[in-house]
């Protein structure tokens, strides 16, 4: 087993490890003088063994059950939990239940972005550290480590803060990260380690040797452009998994289980931006032969266990997705039995376990309410008042002022840093309803209030499109209402995220003026659009104030990908929002609020 092709900084540490872990993979009896020393040595080697691994997903930062935007404990109506605080106690019940050493844990990517808790150990107290003193330990390091994690598959995510960041982690971390299709752009090399091999001891038999290969998400190349473009590539999960599987089973491995950052519905968010395949766990499974299990993730769904016969082989690959951040636990529970010396799987299942009924790991505790508590504290800093109430809770179906203070700060930012001849164009914006639950109250307005508002790690785009490219883009966004003919009442609960189009990918503009006709078909819907009260001509350009993640191509959108960009930045929307109430000191709807779209049906306004 050879990993020179690598050539990173401490790849030769930690492949040492993994080559020891194989060489000893191929010692056979190895656990023999266990069994002596037990005094059944005289017995016969067991021909019969089980094992299990446990997997998490999405976790996103959160480590306590506890919600950073509302100050509170986290609660849904479904009455989950989140954390991985409370998952660890489930893992301790099940090492103690089957065995120490029956057991692995394996994360299949998204750990290190998502709370405020996340965003403090990138941004506000970098984990990579600043003015040349050391960062902090990332409290996911911590958490994970104390849960003795066996791996961790890249998620999407891990590449927001940058490379830099994500490699302080990688560091921090007792597991490997791994990313089979995670490559550096120039040699087409492993920029992490693909794979890692484990033993699972059987006495007076040979070791069960188990091969963890990881499989990031190929959209990376779009969402985080800003931050891998020219340094690092993403083949298809389907491509890199034909060429690492057969070298895990020539390595001896008994059970081939992946780790895919990867969805198992073969759907895409991108059209035709990338050659390969968003959400190709299911893809792997049919198309790859040799592989027994993958534990699924990047769609924030719970599918206890899901069976897609490889059509090579007919053989069953069980697949389990546990939700996102440490509402479930996948438990993947396998049989083998001994055949000339080999292990062979003769069972396998799968299931998901709700944390929401244990305590809270009190190490776990011990380790990290101090780096809590220093966030709470800093999100519920004021940094100046507002006014009125703003909330989104309808955000999703009429235009509210909530929304227009984002698209305020987005338009006032790039008007600055616009060229002489762009800033003649005219400036629109474009912004998505994050969160229907956000609210910026009236009186105090903290970070929290606004983190809640913005919630992703986005930075700030301008981009140029003709008026017939922005009613395409307009059209494209309001597929995410389903069609409600005329005369027909329309029911808020069932009006939205038609075609699987979430929230998030759901862009309203502001700047330009016009009405969403949800009585007609998908793709003429967009009626009466105008600017400065004339109407959008084909050929007149805008620049559009964007964010990185819409603009490089994410949730498929025509047209913004290939614009020529007119501004970029890299500081965050949510940090311009922060700076904006800070300068201003008063956040007043009066100063930005305009209502210039609306839903209709047939002409008539629903709202």
Not at 155 to 180: K, M, S, V, W
Not at 432 to 443: E, L, M, N
Not at 569 to 582: A, F, G, H, K, Q
């Amino acid at each position: 087993m050879t990993h020179s092709p690598m050539n990173r900084r401490e790849f030769v540490k930690k492949s040492a490890v993994t080559g020891a872990a194989v060489a000893a993979a191929g010692a056979v009896g190895s656990g023999t003088a266990e069994a002596a020393e037990k005094g059944h040595g005289h017995e016969k080697a067991p021909r019969t063994w089980s094992f299990s691994i446990l997997g998490t997903t999405d976790l996103h930062g959160h480590v306590f059950d506890w919600d950073y935007y509302a100050d509170a404990p986290y609660t849904d109506k479904a009455g989950n939990s989140v954390g991985v605080a409370r998952v660890a106690t489930l893992i301790k019940q099940q090492r103690e239940a089957k065995g120490e050493h029956r057991v692995l844990l394996v994360d299949a990517g998204d750990i290190i972005q998502g709370t405020s808790l996340a965003y403090y150990f990138a941004r506000v107290d970098p984990i990579t550290g600043t003015d040349g003193k050391r960062g902090p330990k990332h409290p996911m390091a911590v958490a994970m480590n104390h849960m003795r994690y066996d791996a961790a598959a890249l998620g999407n995510h891990e590449f927001n803060y940058g490379i830099e960041t994500l490699r302080r982690f990688e560091d921090q971390c007792d597991f490997p990260l791994l990313g089979a299709n995670a490559l550096h752009a120039k040699t087409l090399r492993p920029a992490f380690e693909p794979y890692t091999v484990k033993c699972i001891k059987v006495p007076g038999a040979p070791d069960i040797k188990v091969g963890i290969l990881g499989l990031t998400n190929p959209g990376i190349a779009i969402w985080d452009k800003d931050n891998v473009g020219g340094k690092l590539v993403f083949p298809g999960l389907v491509e890199q998994a034909k060429k690492y599987v057969p070298r895990l089973r020539a390595l001896g491995c008994d059970v081939v289980f992946l780790t895919d950052h990867s969805g198992l519905d073969g759907s895409s968010s991108w059209g035709d931006e990338l050659p390969y395949v968003e959400n190709a766990s299911n893809l792997v499974a049919e198309q790859v032969p040799g592989i027994d299990a993958i534990l699924v993730g990047h769609t924030h769904v719970e599918v206890p266990s899901y069976t897609v016969k490889n059509e090579q082989t007919g053989e069953d690959v069980l697949l389990s997705e546990p939700y996102c951040w440490g509402y479930r636990l996948s438990v993947f529970d396998f049989e083998l039995e001994l055949h000339h010396g080999q292990w062979k799987v003769t069972d396998k299942k799968a299931q998901t376990l709700n944390p929401n009924g244990v305590a809270e790991d009190p190490q776990i505790k011990k380790l990290l309410e101090a780096d809590h508590q220093l966030v709470v504290k800093y999100v519920n800093t004021p940094v100046g008042t507002c006014t009125a109430d703003l909330s989104a809770a309808e955000s999703c179906w009429k235009d509210v002022p909530i929304m227009d203070f984002i698209h305020k700060v987005q338009t006032e930012t790039v008007k600055t840093g616009l060229s002489a001849a762009d800033a003649a164009l005219p400036l629109i914006s474009v912004a998505a309803p994050f969160s229907r639950t956000a609210d910026i109250p009236q009186g105090n307005v903290t970070i929290r209030d606004i983190a809640g508002l913005y919630i992703y790690d986005n930075t700030l785009y301008a981009k140029k499109l003709t008026g017939a490219q922005l009613k395409d883009y307009l059209e494209y966004a309001a597929k995410y209402y389903h069609q409600v003919p005329a005369g027909t009442k329309v029911d808020t609960a069932t009006l939205t995220n038609a075609n699987s189009f979430w929230d998030y990918m759901y862009d309203t503009a502001a700047g330009v003026d016009y009405d969403i006709d949800i009585a007609q078909p998908e793709g003429s819907r967009i009626k009466n659009l105008s600017y400065n009260g004339a109407p959008v001509a084909a050929d007149q350009v805008f620049v559009v104030a964007v964010n990185n993640y819409r603009a490089n191509g994410g949730s498929g959108y025509p047209h913004i990908a290939s614009a020529e960009i007119a501004y970029s930045s890299t500081n965050e929307i949510r940090d311009m929002m922060i700076d904006y109430v800070t300068a201003t000191k008063t956040l007043d709807p009066a100063g930005f609020a305009v209502t210039n779209w609306k839903l209709t049906q047939a002409g008539t306004p629903v709202f």
